[in-house]
């Protein structure tokens, strides 16, 4: 059959190419080109670059809800697959059919090929929700189990909950939902904000450039809501004026340029102290809120702490959840893996992170810490913009392909 391609004897050719008996079918061909596509857009996924898309506002204005991002898992060292039995190019739901979109066993141990660079300070990170192991995931949105008893979750949705009528679903930590937030303090940095105002060390933090705090605006007559939206307001946030008082999370920039409209009010918003819902969740010991807070200290890998009654809510998810030690307390005794103790020495890195949307942003702040273990990824670009997350509400088109790196 070579010899008759090579002699240009086309009609033979054609002759024996349809008698050749290891000649692959139609079906054969678009199965093997759509496995080897699969196959190759898994791997891109898995250990080179994914998409992400920002479904709220907790990074606004440096990332707008809306925004579709590349992220880079090579920048801070590929993270190899743990849950490795799974439907391809899919997270953690299945789509059409619901539930989770895996198997939680085989399961393989952590590991992180050497990084391109290092985290650094102010950095935008993605990386798995650190209490996103047991969540509820309800229509409006995915709940940490840990929610309920804080009083977050909606008090229609929590009684679904209590009723059973919401199951509680345990995922793998690389199979936690995915949040991108800036990171603002490193393994062994001393956090705390004072009348908002973030301190690193002692030192107030650079600020994001477009950093937003939530302020009281009145206006003395209605106000055009579109000349609003025009200067980059949230429309959500103008479904709940009362009046016409809202409460509106701007930039420096858009502080000035409301308060241009004339005949408005301005007042700061100052958060009040909510110690049940505030990390480490002990209104015994802490009386925090997220415009004053700590200071606490970022655990580094290596570094020992003692643990004392007061300071044990800081540590105790690290202890048990993150480093998988048998934690046990009585009274004021700590007892890890059987034995007493009062100190322990962390055995990964950890990393606090804040939204730049400083007043509508779970972070840190109700969470804690993020271990590297949990750490995904660097954002690249942003290859798409819609705003609201809509199509219907057009494109941003200034934003398609700028940095999603912003600092």
């Known amino acids: 059959m070579e010899e008759a391609r090579k002699s240009g004897k086309k009609m033979e050719y054609n002759r024996l190419?349809?008698?050749?008996?290891?000649k692959k079918g139609v079906i054969r061909e678009w199965a093997e080109a759509i496995i080897f596509a699969v196959f190759a857009a898994t791997f891109i996924r898995m250990f080179l670059i994914e998409a992400f898309m920002i479904p709220t506002s907790s990074m606004e204005s440096?990332?707008?809800?809306?925004?579709?991002?590349?992220?880079?898992?090579?920048?801070?060292?590929?993270?190899?697959?743990?849950?490795?039995?799974?439907?391809?190019?899919?997270?953690?739901?299945?789509?059409?059919?619901?539930?989770?979109?895996?198997?939680?066993?085989?399961?393989?141990?952590?590991?992180?090929?050497?990084?391109?660079?290092?985290?650094?300070r102010n950095d935008p990170i993605v990386f798995n929700y650190p209490e996103g192991d047991s969540v509820y995931i309800t229509p409006g949105r995915t709940w940490g189990k840990y929610d309920l008893d804080r009083g977050r979750i909606p008090t229609q949705m929590a009684e679904y909950i209590r009723q059973g009528r919401i199951d509680l679903v345990t995922r793998p930590y690389d199979?936690?939902?995915?949040?991108?937030?800036?990171?603002?303090?490193?393994p062994g940095d001393k956090i705390e904000i004072k009348n908002r105002q973030l301190f690193v060390n002692g030192a107030p933090a650079e600020d994001p450039e477009k950093i937003q705090f939530v302020y009281i605006v009145k206006f003395g007559s209605p106000v055009n809501k579109q000349r609003l939206i025009d200067l980059g307001i949230n429309p959500g946030e103008l479904q709940s004026g009362r009046g016409n008082m809202y409460q509106l999370a701007l930039t420096d920039e858009q502080l000035e340029k409301v308060k241009s409209f004339?005949?408005?009010?301005?007042?700061?918003?100052?958060?009040?102290?909510?110690?049940?819902?505030?990390?480490?969740?002990?209104?015994?010991?802490?009386?925090?809120?997220?415009?004053?807070y700590g200071p606490?200290?970022?655990?580094?890998?290596?570094a020992t702490v003692e643990l004392t009654p007061a300071n044990i809510a800081i540590y105790r998810r690290i202890i048990e959840t993150y480093e998988n030690n048998d934690?046990?307390?009585?009274?004021?005794?700590?007892?890890?893996?059987?034995e007493a103790s009062n100190s322990y020495?962390?055995?990964?890195?950890?990393?606090?992170?804040?939204?730049?949307?400083?007043?509508?942003?779970?972070?840190?702040?109700?969470?804690?810490?993020?271990?590297?273990?949990?750490?995904?990824?660097?954002?690249?670009?942003i290859w798409m913009s819609l705003r609201n997350g809509k199509l219907s509400d057009g494109i941003r088109w200034n934003r398609i392909f700028s940095s999603a790196n912003k600092k």
């Open 345 to 381: 020495t962390f055995g990964q890195d950890y990393y606090w992170v804040m939204g730049d949307n400083r007043h509508n942003s779970e972070d840190s702040r109700f969470w804690g810490f993020v271990p590297e273990t949990h750490i995904v990824g660097k954002p690249l670009i």
């Open 262 to 292: 004339g005949d408005v009010v301005v007042e700061p918003y100052i958060a009040e102290p909510r110690p049940k819902e505030i990390f480490p969740h002990d209104p015994a010991n802490y009386n925090w809120s997220v415009d004053n």
């Open 17 to 22: 190419q349809q008698k050749n008996p290891y």
């Open 175 to 186: 199979k936690a939902d995915h949040y991108i937030k800036r990171c603002v303090g490193l």
């Open 296 to 302: 606490v200290v970022v655990p580094a890998e290596g």
């Open 62 to 120: 440096s990332l707008m809800t809306g925004d579709f991002l590349f992220v880079s898992k090579v920048s801070y060292g590929v993270r190899m697959p743990q849950t490795i039995a799974m439907l391809p190019l899919v997270y953690n739901r299945a789509p059409l059919v619901g539930g989770e979109s895996y198997w939680e066993k085989p399961r393989l141990k952590y590991r992180r090929l050497p990084a391109l660079r290092e985290i650094e």
């Open 327 to 338: 934690f046990k307390r009585r009274g004021d005794r700590f007892f890890i893996n059987g």
